[in-house]
């Protein structure tokens, strides 16, 4: 949550420079010690798949949009956090949003 509000940069993983969607969950993972891949398909398999009832804060929620995926954090109950596309910002949505709910691809736990 203290990158809420970050510029949305790609290829980028930090507070100085931005985030992409995979950078920003490289970042806060590494801030905690725990390293998770860097590219969004290598998060989308990372850790165990868990289910979306089961799913809790910091839990990766993978996303299919057209032929690409696409990663954020959960932050609670019905809500993520993300970094969503150039010109954007680091932000929070609801899972159950129009536009995000159908591209729900399943959610990842990596501790």
Known sequence: M???GAK???GKASPSDGFDCSGLIFWAYGKHGITVPRHTAAQSKAGKWVAARNARQG???VFRI???LHTGLV???G???HAPSSGGYV???SLSGVY???KIVGYRRIV
């Open 66 to 68: 057209g032929r690409r």
């Open 100 to 102: 995000w709910k159908n």
């Open 79 to 81: 809500r993520f956090l």
């Open 2 to 4: 203290s990158q809420y």
């Open 91 to 93: 932000r929070m949505e």
């Open 75 to 77: 932050a609670d109950k």
């Open 8 to 10: 949305y940069k790609y």
């Open 59 to 61: 839990d990766i929620v």
